[in-house]
């Protein structure tokens, strides 16, 4: 297995600096992740943390204009949030790596947050609250399955927030507010990957970020998700062609050895060609037109969720029915040693493709680093490997009870009609 | 408090080296050296929607072709490929069909093998057919709910007339008329185990072309190249159409026209004039529409040349009631690449962005193979490259007001709108 070297650093100010060095290349990666997502965020403003990545590139007191000066540099940068983390990543040639970490320190320390800046950066949030949600067809599938599966947890609103009012209604406070808690170098890891060797980065990144001062990030306050006792289900019925079902199962957290079993079970239902559901439901007894299985991976207990569309003249009874069978399966009997093994390598080989990319490097770094210990990354092939067919069992038995299911029906309106 | 560091301008990329060989009348090329043992193979096929004889013969043909061989089922193929954690996507495309697989360098006999076969004996098994129109029927179904997808055909179609093969998408009505003869048809005139090129990159030598040779000796044959129709555009009217969706909550915004190809002299200006107009983060359309009004999640521009005819078009979703205020600033953004001249200091920053964005393509074989890839199947040469490289750093104000003025005039464009 291909490692990933890295040396560590942690500023006196509480930043984590991480550096990988590869020979082979003349570009550099800078990634920036701050441990603040949708989770981070009060009921009455969802959306929140999002919204701050937009405003995070509004400029800073010494960069009033981030995207130009990266530009110039002949960077490339973007950033995403989820309800765990907001990610921020820069690629450039390694010649100008002091330009973007100069960048990156200013913007952590010193952020130009006006209001000129946050009303249009609303106005833009709206849109793509629309574009991608409320404007697609089943936009707001995991808006209702996750507002079913979680009661309590933040995780039961979207990072996108919850209706798009809660955006338009942030102000310049809560934005100060949430800068000053979050956005600061003890909340932070930063991640140097590519063509500098290791020392000259860690060295370079003192000298630009050791100056921000310390700052203080709450103490996780939200509440827990009680265990769900009974099973959930929903109809809601849309502007959609086809029906949808969406069912949702409580699973353990990302960084639990269950992760693993649960992670693999996704993969032995829908992971490539071969797999369960696509060839039974879909290939075979066309039930479905798409059906896949996957993990939400969140670092407070997440989700396991099967969601897919049904075929015409198929009715939610039957597509259910055929879907419970599938999972009990799971439950009743043991994977073959050859299925087994086909899902590790699959795995294994996902690894190999995945270190490829710099970018993927450095952010994987940056995402270890979050769960404990960046050294997790090349540690992972083995938490999978190490999983037997019976411990699969064992969890498809815990995670795959009714009492643990989210059932949201989607359902296409009788009063659809053809855009012809 | 810091100063900004220095920016070095970014070095002059250059294509790396590549390896060419061939088999029958087939070139290989190859790019090796890549650390981490894996491998990627691209078979590109003139087979594309130019070369058909149906409507939608191309993509199913290239969605089918790896569903049933003369020796093994869909299934077999389907559990082999999940078992050596290897993969095979094929597409097609306006001009060709492209076959990309991807494996560890252990397998590779196995994946060669396995390719010869689905070149050269493909059976399109008629339920493998049936199904696939089925679900291809039902995601046009949701496709048809989205004001995006309306748009770009819609536009596509005013663009080169809806009977041209880069004109037109495909519509139920062809969808259903495939039949499996429409296939094995497309398959014999344009396939037949003879790719046009062939496309090696990764953890590949001298040896890994040695051993396809001997593999593929006999099975990729020597094939005359079919005449394919010159297909004419129809003569494009510009003007506004605009399409009602029902309950859309945005308004998708399509503005284009026809343009020139690769080999015109005008078409690397082109592409960096491009650039300043909506190519990139920091373009006058994102600055203007997305960062200053707040009018929409994004907006951009693309000049596009297929092997035949080239193509460039505005493209955004913005808010219903925006969407009169953009078309104003669309046509201001044009007006004002016509009569004032691009400043020295925007157009540096384009150039460095540009350099280093095409730094970043090149970075290693897997990725500097798309580059050259992109360049030998349009019809191009390195010196294709050569010449835009040149364009980027030496192109003028003065020459880019006047492609400005020669191609971005508003009134000489289709607008095309889709809302409610």
């Keep these: 297995m291909q490692s990933t070297p890295f040396q560590r650093t942690v500023l006196r100010n509480g930043l984590t600096v991480i550096s990988h060095f590869d020979p082979h290349t003349s570009m550099v990666v800078v990634n920036t992740l701050y441990k603040a997502g949708a989770r981070n965020e009060a009921p009455k403003l969802t959306g929140f943390a999002h919204l701050f990545e937009h405003l995070m590139f509004g400029g800073s007191l010494n960069a009033p204009h981030f995207d130009s000066v990266l530009q110039q540099a002949g960077g490339n940068n973007n950033a995403f949030t989820n309800n765990d983390f907001t990610n921020y990543y820069n690629s450039l040639p390694v010649d100008n790596l002091a330009t973007a970490l100069w960048l990156e320190a200013d913007r952590m320390w010193q952020l130009d947050i006006n209001e ?93 970020f050791s100056g921000i001062p310390e700052g203080k990030t709450p103490k996780d306050n939200w509440p827990q998700e009680p265990q769900q006792t009974s099973p959930r289900e929903m109809e809601h019925l849309n502007q959609v062609p086809l029906n949808a079902v969406y069912r949702a199962y409580h699973m353990d957290a ?65 597509a259910e029915a055929a879907l419970d069978a599938e999972l009990e399966l799971l439950i009743t009997s043991p994977v073959s040693q050859m299925e087994l093994e086909k899902v590790l390598n699959k795995v294994e080989s996902g690894f190999a493709y995945n270190t490829v990319n710099l970018m993927n490097r450095a952010f994987s770094l940056a995402y270890f680093e979050m769960l404990g210990d960046a050294a997790g ?22 995670v795959f009870r009714k009492e643990n299911s989210s059932t949201l029906r989607y359902l296409a309106s009788s009063k659809y009609h053809s855009t012809e | 408090m810091m100063q900004a560091p220095p920016i070095s301008a970014p070095g002059v990329p250059n294509l790396p080296n590549v390896t060419i060989s061939s088999i029958g009348n087939t070139p290989i090329y190859m790019l090796g050296n890549l650390p981490q043992k894996l491998m990627r193979f691209d078979l590109v096929f003139d087979a594309g929607k130019w070369a058909e004889q149906q409507r939608g013969a191309a993509y199913f043909t290239s969605k089918l072709l790896k569903e049933g061989t003369a020796y093994q089922s869909a299934e077999d193929i389907a559990l082999w490929l999940d078992h050596q954690g290897a993969s095979i996507t094929i597409d097609a495309d306006a001009d060709h069909i492209t076959l990309t697989a ?101 953890h590949v030598d001298d040896n890994t072309i040695s051993l396809l040779k001997e593999k593929w000796a006999g099975t990729m044959g020597v094939r005359e190249k079919t005449i394919t129709t010159l297909h004419k555009v129809e003569p494009f009217t510009p003007g506004a159409r605009h399409r009602v969706l029902e309950g859309a909550q945005q308004t998708a915004i399509r503005i284009g026209r026809q343009l020139v190809t690769h080999n015109h002299p005008d078409y690397y200006g082109m592409k960096v004039l491009n650039t300043i107009l909506g190519g990139y983060f920091g373009s006058r359309l994102m600055r203007n529409i997305r960062e200053e009004k707040g009018y929409t999640y994004g907006i951009y521009s693309v000049v596009h040349s297929y092997q035949h005819e080239g193509v460039f078009y505005i493209s955004t979703e913005v808010g219903n009631n925006y969407a009169e205020a953009t078309m ?5 953004e044009l007006d004002k690449l016509q009569s004032e001249p691009v400043g020295a200091e925007e157009l540096a920053l384009v150039r460095n962005y540009l350099l280093g964005n095409m730094l970043g393509s090149l970075d290693g074989p897997l990725k500097a193979m798309d580059v050259y890839r992109n360049l030998i199947t349009s019809g191009r040469d390195t010196t294709g490259f050569d010449r835009y490289i040149q364009t980027v750093k030496t192109i003028t104000p003065a020459e880019l007001q006047l492609l400005a003025v020669r191609y971005l005039t508003f009134d000489d464009m289709a607008v095309i709108t889709v809302g409610p």
């Design chain 1, 116 to 208: 000129r800046s946050l009303s249009v950066q609303k106005s833009v949030v709206v849109e793509e609250f629309k574009e991608n949600y409320l404007n697609q067809p089943y936009g707001n599938a995991w808006h209702l399955l996750r507002g079913m599966a979680y009661q309590h947890h933040p995780y039961r609103w979207p990072t996108i927030g919850l209706v798009p009012q809660h955006v338009e209604n942030a102000s310049l406070e809560d934005v100060t507010a949430f800068y000053r808690h979050y956005y600061n170098p003890g909340n932070a890891i930063l991640v140097i990957a590519g063509g500098i060797p290791s020392e000259e980065a860690l060295d370079m990144a003192n000298r630009y």
């Design chain 1, 254 to 318: 990302r960084t639990s050895q269950a992760y693993y079993e649960a992670d693999l079970l996704t993969d032995v239902l829908s992971s490539g060609p071969s797999s369960r559901l696509y060839n039974r439901l879909v290939k075979q007894r066309q039930l479905f037109t798409t059906l896949y299985a996957h993990v939400t991976a969140n670092l407070d207990p997440g989700l396991l969720v099967v969601q897919g569309r049904l075929n015409p003249e198929v009715t939610f009874e039957a």
């Design chain 1, 377 to 398: 990354l090349d540690q992972e092939p083995e938490r999978f490997l190490r999983v037997s067919a019976s411990d699969l069992q064992q969890r498809a038995a815990e």
């Design chain 2, 102 to 202: 991807w494996c560890l360098a252990r397998h590779i006999p196995g994946m060669a093998d396995l390719l010869a076969e689905i070149a050269g004996q493909p059976s399109f098994p008629n339920e493998e057919v049936t199904l696939k129109k089925k679900v291809r029927l039902q995601t046009l179904k949701v496709d048809e709910q989205k004001v995006e997808f309306l748009a770009t055909k819609d536009l596509m179609a005013s663009v080169f007339g809806n009977s041209h093969p880069y004109g037109y998408r495909m519509e139920a009505a062809d969808m259903e008329a495939i039949t499996q003869a429409t296939l094995v048809s497309h398959y014999k005139n344009h396939i037949h185990s003879v790719p046009s090129w062939v496309f090696l990159s990764g």
């Design chain 2, 328 to 332: 104003k600033e669309i046509r201001f």
